[in-house]
């Protein structure tokens, strides 16, 4: 991360509601302890942002899989799956994929 | 990140942001294998201990073997079909 994109606005807006609270308790040494911590946060941030999207799929995956389940496997689990039973799995999460769109527009109308 | 872990004053840290970042996954991960074995338990439950007895038959173990099996690979496939869009 380069010092110069530390003045870039959508940075500047990530870390504003931290910023009263962090801040208050440094000594401001020219700006650098300040700009020190800013940087850490920012990394601290992205991680967890990017667990929380990592959380998700993996809970819309286990959802998915659980209903899925119920409508494709109909009978006693066999040794492999028959070619119907995993083409009903794929294609049944990609149509739970498309309702959730067609649920969102009509949500959006 | 490193950096930031250890005061330079020398004294041992109370936390690090490293080891909470550790311990986040690690309870994250305990959180989604207790989740999915308790699917497990259901789905085979129902698919194939349809009417209790006194023990566990040869046939029901061994659909219990299968649908576990099984379940694992249909997860696979869920995870494909989300992100291998045809």
Redesign the interface.
Known sequence: MDPSSMNSPELQNLLAPYDSWILGKLLDAGGKVATSVKLYLTSVIEYFQQEKQKAMISEMISKLTSACWDKCITGSPGSKFSSSEANCLTNCAQRYMDMSLIIMKRLQQ | ?DS?SSPSSGSSPKFS?DDI?SQ??TQ?EQA?AE??LE?VRG??FD??ITKPGSSLSGSESS?IS??V???I???G??????FN??
């Open positions: 990140m930031f942001t970042m986040l996954r994250l989604y989740e999915f699917t789905k085979c698919k194939c659909c299968r649908c099996d099984r379940y690979e249909a997860t496939i869920i995870g494909k079909a989300l869009q045809r």
